[in-house]
C-alpha cells in the first residue's frame, strides 16, 4: 500500500488486518442509542509492514437503524467496490456513531496532525464533506490538540469519539488514565465529517473497514 490513512503520520507503508474486540477500559462516553450485533461494528488494526510492529486500533460502530440497514446491504454477498461504496454511504448517514482509536505505539503531535489533515482532505475531494467543515476541522486541528505539545501521542493513549444528532464529543486519555481532552462541536456534521475521515477513498482503513463487516 502507499503512504497514506489518517496514520500516514508514520512515513512508512501499512497494512491493515481485522481486529478483534478491544480490551481497554470503558469508554469515558455514553453508549445509548448505538447498535448491537455484529453489523453494528467496523474495527480494524493498522500495522506497519516491515517488522509488523501494531501502530493502531480503530473501532466503530453505529446505531441500529444504521447497522440494520448494513446487514440488508452485505448478508450474503461478498465484498466488491460497488458494495463498498454502498456501505459507506449507509455508515456516513449514521444519527448516532461512536469510534475507539487506541494507539499502540507513539509519534509526533504535528505527524498526527497531519495525516488527519490528509484523510480530510481526501473527504473533501470525494465530496463526502463540504467545504466549510473541511475548513473548520483543518483549522482546528492545531487547537484541539495543542495539548500534546512535545509530549505527542503515546503507546496506550485512546482518542474516543461520540456522535450524537446534537452534536459531537472527543474524548483523549493519555496512557496513564487520565484526560486530556473532552471537547463537543455542535450539529451533526461534525459526526459525518469524522466518518468520512476514517472512510475517505485511497485512504488505508477504509477497505478493511468495510472488509470487517463480513469476517
Known amino acids: 500500500m502507499h503512504r497514506r490513512t489518517v496514520l500516514h503520520v508514520l512515513g512508512v507503508g ?5 481486529l478483534p474486540r478491544l480490551a481497554h477500559a470503558a469508554p469515558p462516553v455514553d453508549m445509548d442509542g448505538l447498535g448491537r450485533g455484529r453489523y453494528a461494528r467496523l474495527h480494524v488494526k493498522l500495522e506497519k509492514t516491515i517488522f509488523d510492529v501494531d501502530v493502531a486500533a480503530l473501532e466503530i460502530r453505529v446505531d441500529q437503524a444504521t447497522a ?5 446491504a452485505v448478508k450474503g454477498r461478498e465484498y466488491s467496490k460497488k458494495l463498498e461504496t454502498e456501505v ?11 469510534s475507539a482509536l487506541q494507539f499502540l505505539r507513539g509519534f509526533a503531535r504535528d505527524a498526527f496532525i497531519k495525516g488527519i489533515r490528509t484523510d480530510l482532505g481526501r473527504a ?11 475548513q473548520r476541522v483543518y483549522r482546528g486541528l492545531p487547537g484541539w490538540f495543542g495539548f500534546l505539545g512535545d509530549r505527542g501521542v503515546k503507546k496506550g493513549d485512546n482518542l474516543y ?6 452534536g459531537l464529543r472527543s474524548v483523549y486519555i493519555d496512557n496513564e488514565g487520565q484526560k486530556r481532552m473532552d471537547v463537543t462541536m455542535p450539529g451533526h456534521p461534525p459526526t459525518r465529517t469524522l466518518l468520512a475521515s476514517y472512510l475517505a ?15
Open 124 to 134: 473533501y475531494q470525494a465530496k463526502l464533506i463540504d467545504k466549510s467543515e473541511y
Open 201 to 215: 477513498p485511497e485512504g488505508d482503513l477504509r477497505e478493511p473497514l468495510v472488509r470487517s463487516l463480513f469476517d
Open 68 to 72: 440494520d440497514a448494513l446487514q440488508r
Open 88 to 98: 459507506v454511504s449507509a455508515v456516513l448517514g449514521a444519527e448516532n456513531a461512536y
Open 161 to 166: 469519539h461520540r456522535g450524537k444528532p446534537e
Open 14 to 18: 501499512s497494512v491493515v488486518v481485522a
